[in-house]
């Protein structure tokens, strides 16, 4: 029996109904939070990055709705709000990008468009990547939230 | 014998292309939707494999350029390209899923047979 | 030359911007959501043809994107070749566009129509991208890119036709990626190099020492650009997806996107491959030999469908063999042969789709037979039907001729007569499945009998312009040819 059709019979609950798993999650998630925000702002330093990261991040709020319910895991971050924070994320990539045509080196550029670049190793450094790393882990936290969404509930 | 040892040296190129081969003939045989998806994940997984062992140099460093030191670094261009085909992975599966999810609204299965026999009947 | 000198990014990166905009603004300002993506689409096409004169004044130019150079960087190209495929694209698109804002309220939802125009820019874009890069790994995104929305756009009906035809598209697709990314990953190991330039040099050397690499990767991408672009035995996944889907996603599919994978092809046997290779094994003859059996086959699968816009779809099977005939011949005057095609077969079967959603809109009819009469109430739109058919077909007077007319001479200077005799029958072929339509349309006495609903002037005012372009294209084309001949030359 798929999950949608779980979902269905039993009144939009998810099925799993148990003590231990929800005070687990409750407190695993929001060291998985920190984690994930953490992987995404040393994507330049470290393995990792906003892909990674906002995955992470994006599985926490999975989690949520898993071992709640789905209401409650939607009134963590509503559809409407999900669905502009991607857009977002990826226009702010987009327009970052544009910068550098703006300064009048070209499309990306990074150092050459006066991006500050800091010492080589600290958090606030490698100028403009910073900047689309973080975008870019918006977007993957929330498309990960819609896809989960919409997989699991379908057109309404 | 010159062949066997080049495959035995080279065997992680091998079990690549095993793979591959694995997952192209399961993705074009098989009649159930979700194991197509499965084994179009196990082929694109081969070919990153297959970069990733392409890639590795034995020795070197990751590429951040740090000023005055002489360091053997490895080229990005693998692990780049491995990442971004990642991520194409990661969101043509859960395309195909969710028209998966849709068809099986339809038809209430997930067998391609068993939905070609249900249209012939119609 | 401030803001000109980014055009090649622009054009790409418009797109997108616009595409993650839309959704946006379809939230707040819906009636803005159209005309933004009309505007981008015109800009577009602006500074396409800006590039286009600069690049014949000071020849090809090169655009690193953030200051990179390759091969590190990702690097885009613009020569003559590339500039006349965007303005194919471009244009074609601005112009089903306009098409499809008055189609797609009767075809869809009205909830998703924004997701629409989202895809189809991410689309555009995605193409105009595949185009201008000189990068494989960038291409390797773009494709994929290209793909999902490609499927999008089908499956946006959200009917069971559309829902399997997307997935099969979507599957197939899927593993003409894999086997692109596994030759991608031969030609690394030989060179060490994604850049086509640098591949180019450095392949010439590495043929001679990993020969094996080089022809699996060149077997690899037959495959791969084969299934993409629907060549003769990889084609089954065309007919569902181009049929069932909202007939400006037909228009889209069967007019630009099949094009662009040949363009890639073409790309990868012309600037990446050595010209050793081409001479050591017979690729060109293979690829000669599948489109040579594509335009036949394609047509005896078109007479046999019942359906109209399956017959169209059939059909463009076997028109891009024609695409394919003129890489696989090797010949100068058989590429400018078939890059004419590309042009002129966008537009006519972009239009013939267009004729056959006007139709499914008026009256609702898909079944061949039951269109007996319907030139009598729907008089432009089969007149348009007719030109469409007529330059399918290859009489005098229309773009078809001056295609297949170059493929035929360039076959018979190459001494290969038997692709003339090829080409005489795929039209004979076709005029058999297209003449009895317009036949039965105009010459039935029966009156039409099903309901009519009046067209809207747009769509009407859409197929009068593709009927025009396809009339001059086949009268005047000394401007086309000259460019081509002048942009081809770079390549012998």
Known sequence: MPLSDLTRSRGGKIPIDDQIV?????????????????????????????????????????????????????????????????????????????????????YL??????????????????GAILVITVFVGIKVASTIVTLFYYIIEGEK | METLGGIIDNYYYMVAVILFVIGMYT??????????????????????????????????QAPIIREG???FYANPLPGALILTGIVVAVSVTAYALSLIVKIYRYYDTCDYDEICEIRSQE | MGVSEHFPALIVVIFFIT?????????????????LVIVTIAAALGMTVSLLVTVQQAGTVFYHMGGWPPPWGIEFKADPLRLFMLLVVISVSLWIFIFALRDLQHELKKRVIGWYYTLYSILVGSMAGIVLTNDLFNLFVLMEICAISACAIIS????????????????????????????????????GYL????????????????????????????????????????????????????????????????????????????????????????????????????TLFGSIFAMLQSDLKKMLAFSSIGQIAYIFMGIGLNHESALVGGFYHIMVHAVTKAMLFMAAGVIIYSTGVRDIKKLAGIGRVLPITMIAFTIGSASMVGIPGTGGLISKWFLAISALEIGRPVFVIVILASSLLNAIYYMPIVINAFMQQEDFKKDIKPVPRVMLACLVIGMIFIVISGFYTTPVVTLLEQALALYF
């Open chain 3, 156 to 191: 946006i009906k959200e009917d069971r036709e559309c829902l399997e035809a997307s997935f099969k598209y979507l599957i197939l697709s899927a593993m003409g990626t894999g086997c692109f990314l596994l030759g991608v990953v031969m030609l690394y190991m030989a060179t």
């Open chain 3, 195 to 294: 850049n086509y330039s640098f591949l180019h040099l450095e392949l010439a050397e590495a043929f001679n020492y990993y020969p094996r690499n080089i022809f699996t990767a060149a077997a690899l991408f037959i495959v791969a650009f084969g299934t993409k672009a629907a060549l003769f035995p990889l084609h089954v996944w065309l007919p569902d997806a181009h049929a069932s889907a909202p007939s400006p996603s037909s228009a889209m599919l069967s007019g630009v996107v099949i094009k662009i994978y040949a363009f890639a092809l073409f790309l990868m046997f012309y600037e990446v491959f050595p010209r050793t290779l081409l001479e050591a094994i017979p690729l060109n003859e293979i690829i000669l030999w599948l489109a040579a059996l594509g």
């Open chain 2, 69 to 71: 030191a002489e360091i």
């Open chain 1, 109 to 126: 550029a990074n150092r050459i468009a006066g991006f500050p670049m800091g010492q080589p190793g600290e958090l606030f450094s490698a």
């Open chain 2, 27 to 60: 993705m074009l045989t098989h009649s159930n939707m979700i194991k197509k998806v499965i084994a179009m994940n196990i082929m694109d997984a081969s070919v990153f494999l297959m970069f990733v062992s392409v890639g590795y140099a034995h020795g070197s």
């Open chain 1, 22 to 106: 929800r005070i687990t999650s409750r407190l695993v998630v929001p060291f998985i939070q920190v984690y994930g925000i953490y992987v995404i702002l040393n994507g330049h330093l470290s393995p990792g990055g906003s892909f990674s990261g906002g995955a992470i991040f994006g599985a926490s709020l999975v989690l949520l709705a898993l071992s709640f319910n789905l209401e409650a895991g939607a009134r963590q971050i509503p559809h409407h709000a999900a669905s502009l924070l991607e857009s977002g994320g990826a226009l702010g990539y987009a327009l970052t990008g544009l910068v550098g045509v703006f300064v009048g080196s070209s």
């Open chain 3, 19 to 35: 595409a993650f905009i839309s959704p946006l603004l379809y939230r707040w300002g819906r009636k803005f959501s159209a005309a």
